[in-house]
Structures are given as C-alpha cells and as structure tokens.
C-alpha cells in the first residue's frame, strides 16, 4: 500500500484527513504540489499564498534551480547532487519556518522557500512542491517513483 496525494487547483479536509491517517498507519506517501500542502497540514503547519506569483509559471519546460539538503532522503534519490533544476506551478507556497520543527526541509529554493521536505521517523513519506510527474524523463524521478513503489511493495 502506497499514496500518492496529487497535485491541483485547490484542496479539500479529506485529503488532509486521509494523510493524517496515511502518516499514522506509516504508509508511503508522496504529496505533490496540493499533496505537499495537504501533508504540512496534516502534520499541523500550512502554507501560504505566493502573492508574487514567482512560482507559479504554468509551463511543463521551465525550470528553476533548488539546493538539495545533504543527508536527507532526497539527497540519496538524486545520487547526492546538491542542486536540481525543477519546474513550478503553484500558487501557494512554504517558507522555512513553516516547515522546520514539523518536517525535515530537502530542498530549498534560489528564493529561500520550502521546495520538497520528508517525515524522517517514517517509511517514506515525502512532499515535493514541484511537479515530478511532469518530468518523467528524468532519471531522479524514475528514482523517486521506483522507490516509492519499492517500498509500498514491502509494505504488503
């Protein structure tokens, strides 16, 4: 068993409630774009709305560059590489302090917001701001997605 909480417009209390009980239960769990916001809540945090609107460019080849965290899971997944180039369409976002104390921040972005985060006394559970299932080309994401399912595949 494994979840994925996608990305999208808007999001609703059940997709905070299903995460709670997800992180509860230690499933894997991915949480994209609205599923980032939705498992920051879950945990007791929130985001808040971009008012500058800088990341929110609704083009499948932009990309902007984030700092990778050394040590995190994330760091792992991308071969150790300490900075990734990523694409960004939402609208709300997280800062630092948002994040720490509830989540272990993995990545940064060139403005200093909250990019991907993980539970670290969890299975697997990691929020990623960007879109990885609009860059299935790169071998990151074939990574994220084969460790994911590995571990939903223990998880039975």
Same mark, same amino acid.
């Given at each position: 068993? %494994?979840?994925?909480?996608?990305? #999208?417009?808007? @999001?609703?209390?059940?997709? *905070?409630?299903? =995460?709670?009980? *997800? ?7 991915? #949480?994209?774009?609205? #599923?980032?916001?939705? *498992?920051?809540? =879950?945990? %007791?945090?929130? +985001?808040?709305?971009? /008012? ?15 700092? *990778? ?24 976002? =997280?800062?630092?302090?948002? +994040?720490? %104390?509830? =989540?272990?921040?993995? @990545? ?18 990691? #929020?990623? /701001? ?27």
């Amino acid at each position: 068993d %494994g979840f994925i909480l996608q990305g #999208g417009l808007y @999001s609703s209390n059940y997709e *905070i409630e299903m =995460a709670k009980r *997800i992180i509860e239960l230690d499933k894997p769990l991915i #949480g994209i774009c609205a #599923g980032f916001n939705n *498992i920051l809540r =879950a945990i %007791g945090t929130d +985001v808040i709305e971009d /008012k500058t609107k800088s990341h929110d460019i609704y083009n499948k080849d932009y990309r902007h560059k984030v700092s *990778i965290i050394k040590e995190t899971k994330l760091h792992e997944l991308m071969n150790k590489k300490d900075e990734y180039d990523v694409n960004s369409i939402h609208s709300m976002i =997280a800062p630092k302090e948002n +994040v720490e %104390g509830y =989540a272990t921040v993995s @990545s940064i972005s060139y403005d200093g917001l909250v990019e991907s985060f993980e539970l670290e006394d969890k299975k697997f559970v990691v #929020g990623i /701001k960007w879109h990885p299932e609009l860059m299935l080309e790169e071998e990151f994401t074939q990574r994220l997605f084969k460790e994911f399912i590995n571990k939903s595949s223990n998880d039975i």
